[in-house]
């Protein structure tokens, strides 16, 4: 196969995903736990390796005939069809303590799953602790969090729980993101007045980001 013809296989991947209706996490994160170098695959921007393509193609039974040529089934299996999502995991971790950066939601247990229409397009639900956020987020509060993928595209002044390297101290943390007068800068801003001062970080030592859709108490779980 030509370059040229290899570089089509990466959006192509990209649509059995979206059709799936999977993040790059839950798409590729049973098999690699990298899979932010799947974004460039899939934008047709890099190769992906003979490896990384046999077993995404195996994980997900997508038919190689479609995939190389557009020829046939998209998978190998008539009944590869996404079944109806039974919830949103919930996760009984504190996740100032876990390292988000390698936590594969696929592979954890979680205490049980949530089935809250509003909020079924999550990847998760996690428990807040501490009172940076207070009152927007009271300690003990569940927070349903989506990842975004594209860092480019960040609603200003909206609560994030925001994952860094160790370029910014590893940091695991929920906080308002505003605009910086460096487009390569963000700064993290706390809700709660108590805790006074801005928290300034390079934008590429973000290694995931998830955007904070709602909140439950735990008794309307």
Not at 191 to 220: C, E, W
Request: proline share 5%; aromatic share 10%.
């Amino acid at each position: 196969m030509m370059r040229s013809e290899r570089a089509l296989l990466g959006p192509r991947i990209k649509s059995v995903r979206i059709f799936l209706k999977m993040t790059l996490q839950q798409f590729y994160g049973s098999s690699n736990k990298y899979v932010n170098n799947f974004s460039p695959i899939e934008n047709g921007k890099r190769i992906i390796g003979e490896r990384l393509l046999l077993d995404t193609v195996k994980e997900h039974k997508i038919n190689m005939n479609w995939l190389t040529n557009q020829e046939g089934d998209m998978f190998t299996e008539e009944d590869q069809v996404p079944e109806e999502p039974k919830g949103v995991p919930f996760f009984n971790v504190n996740f100032c303590d876990v390292p988000l950066s390698e936590f594969n939601m696929l592979r954890e247990t979680p205490e049980y799953y949530v089935n809250l229409k509003p909020l079924n397009d999550c990847d998760a639900f996690l428990t807040i602790y501490g009172d940076s956020m207070y009152p927007k987020y009271a300690s003990g509060e569940i927070i349903a969090v989506r990842e975004v993928l594209n860092l480019d595209v960040i609603q200003w002044g909206e609560a994030y729980l925001v994952v860094t390297d160790d370029t910014a101290n590893n940091m695991n943390t929920v906080k308002l993101i505003f605009q910086h007068s460096d487009q390569n800068m963000l700064t993290l801003r706390a809700f709660n007045p108590n805790y006074a001062g801005d928290t300034v970080i390079k934008k590429h030592s973000i290694k995931r980001l998830f955007m904070i859709k709602g909140k439950v108490m735990r008794n309307q779980l």
